[in-house]
Antibody, heavy 123, light 107 residues
Framework: QVQLVQSGAEVKKPGASVKVSCKAS????????MHWVRQAPGQGLEWMGW????????NYAQKFQGRVTMTRDTSISTAYMELSRLRSDDTAVYYC????????????????WGQGTLVTVSS | DIQMTQSPSSLSASVGDRVTITCRAS??????LNWYQQKPGKAPKLLIY???SLQSGVPSRFSGSGSGTDFTLTISSLQPEDFATYYC?????????FGQGTKVEIK
């Protein structure tokens, strides 16, 4: 079955960087964009950006421009999200999500999602 | 960016009630609107895509409607397992955005 498995929880100090991985299985990794979404404690979902695993092309939300880098390793069907210059308000659960696209029907959606990775930023 | 505004932010309802959640986009997004359900400590789960198409395996008590800027998620008869937070998400713009969420609680 289609599955996304993320790396484990991280604790980082302010100013440090974190790199979260998302390993895909059950489908052709390069055929679907991968998105990253985060959720601060008790808050809603915040879209961060996407990576095209085929080309490596990326598109980031303006809020994260300059601090986020999304990469992939197609040989192991894994996407990565690195966030630098961490602050306390970056404490959140970070999710990867595969985007399914049906161009002819003008349909696209996120499914499935990874299980989430808690990143805690604390001195 | 396209802003997505959900209402209400929370609601209390009883088992068996009909529940309606609305989502408004800051500009027309055609039918590029998806709905997700999230339970505490879990990843979001797709319920409805393209405004009104039911994801496989999702109970038929869930339905979606709307196009342009105004959309609705309806639960026809609320069940105990439906108490959760619901998010709309636009997929029209390459920069995706979510609504702020609607928490459905037990009355």
């Amino acid at each position: 079955q289609v599955q996304l498995v993320q790396s484990g929880a991280e604790v980082k100090k302010p100013g440090a960087s974190v790199k979260v991985s998302c390993k895909a299985s059950g489908y052709t990794f390069s055929g679907y964009y991968m998105h990253w979404v985060r959720q601060a404690p008790g808050q809603g979902l915040e879209w961060m950006g996407w990576i095209n695993p085929n080309s490596g092309g990326t598109n980031y939300a303006q809020k994260f421009q300059g601090r986020v880098t999304m990469t992939r390793d197609t040989s192991i069907s894994t996407a990565y999200m690195e966030l630098s210059r961490l602050r306390s308000d970056d404490t959140a659960v970070y999710y990867c999500a595969r985007e399914v696209v049906v161009p002819a029907a003008k349909e696209n959606w996120f499914d499935p999602w990874g299980q989430g990775t808690l990143v805690t930023v604390s001195s | 960016d396209i802003q997505m505004t959900q209402s209400p932010s929370s609601l209390s309802a009883s088992v068996g009630d009909r529940v309606t959640i609305t989502c408004r986009a800051s500009q027309s997004i055609s039918s590029y609107l998806n709905w997700y359900q999230q339970k505490p400590g879990k990843a979001p789960k797709l319920l409805i895509y393209a405004a009104s198409s039911l994801q496989s395996g999702v109970p038929s008590r869930f339905s979606g409607s709307g196009s342009g800027t105004d959309f609705t998620l309806t639960i026809s008869s609320l069940q105990p397992e439906d108490f959760a937070t619901y998010y709309c998400q636009q997929s029209y713009n390459t920069l995706r955005t979510f609504g702020q969420g609607t928490k459905v609680e037990i009355k």
